[in-house]
């Protein structure tokens, strides 16, 4: 069993609709969790980091850490094709020496 | 906000020849670094840490002597790729973590392609 499993989509929405994502990990360590956008041929970019359990909101945006659940999710509200890209999970503890530890990725696609 | 530079975004090589990769923190200093390697639609894997002034640490079925990682200064890492071969053909990327805010901020990547 992977650290961290994330389904790997594709996961296909209209303009306009909520779209969820979700990771399940089973190291209890894990202290932080981070989502990341990578676009095709890309880097990937940090959207949203959480330390705690509960709700994180940026903008479109929402990032839900359940840790009694070993479950985290990102929400993404009023989908534009722009947010068409995958999206990382990664999860990691103590101080930044430590490696995350990622997600597969999910490909979302955003149509008009 | 926190910035890596990643050189070249993108490469092409012969086969047997070594090709090496640049990651400079621009604005921070990072006192660990992290390589990883991406194939197409499949997730980061961590190649390597290092740590500034100190050897990296490998992650297992990582050939150290193959990919050779130099974290000289705080703000610069480098991959050395040596005798390419067509198999490296991958997707490389840095990290570099920020001890002042627990951040990890990623470089654009170098897309290498050896022939």
């Known amino acids: 069993q992977k650290e961290v499993e994330q389904d790997p989509g594709p996961l296909s929405v209209p303009e306009g609709a909520i779209v969820s994502l979700n990771c399940t990990y089973s190291n209890s360590a894990f202290q932080y969790f981070m989502w990341y956008r990578q676009y095709s041929r890309k880097g990937p970019e940090l959207l949203m980091y959480t330390y705690s359990s509960g709700n994180k909101e940026d903008g479109r945006f929402t990032a839900q850490v359940d840790k009694s659940s070993k479950y985290i999710s990102l929400f993404i509200r009023d989908s534009q094709p722009s947010d068409s890209a995958t999206y990382l999970c990664?999860?990691?503890?103590?101080?930044?020496?430590?490696?995350?530890?990622f997600g597969g990725g999910t490909r979302l696609m955003v149509k008009p | 906000g926190a910035v890596v530079s990643q050189h070249p975004s993108w490469v092409i090589c012969k086969s047997g020849t070594s090709v090496k990769i640049e990651c400079r923190s621009l604005d921070f200093q990072a006192t660990t670094m992290f390589w990883y390697r991406q194939f197409p639609k499949q997730s980061l894997m961590l190649m390597a840490t290092?740590?500034?002034?100190?050897?990296?640490?490998?992650e297992q079925g990582v050939e150290k002597d193959k990919f050779l990682i130099n974290h000289a200064s705080l703000t610069l890492s480098t991959l050395t790729v040596t005798s390419a071969h067509p198999e490296d053909s991958s997707f490389y990327i840095c990290?570099?973590?920020?001890?002042?805010?627990?951040?990890?901020?990623f470089g654009s990547g170098t897309r290498l392609t050896v022939v």
């Open positions: 990664a999860m990691g503890w103590g101080n930044a020496g430590n490696m995350l530890t």
């Open positions: 290092s740590n500034e002034g100190s050897k990296a640490t490998y």
């Open positions: 990290s570099a973590g920020n001890r002042a805010n627990y951040g990890y901020t």
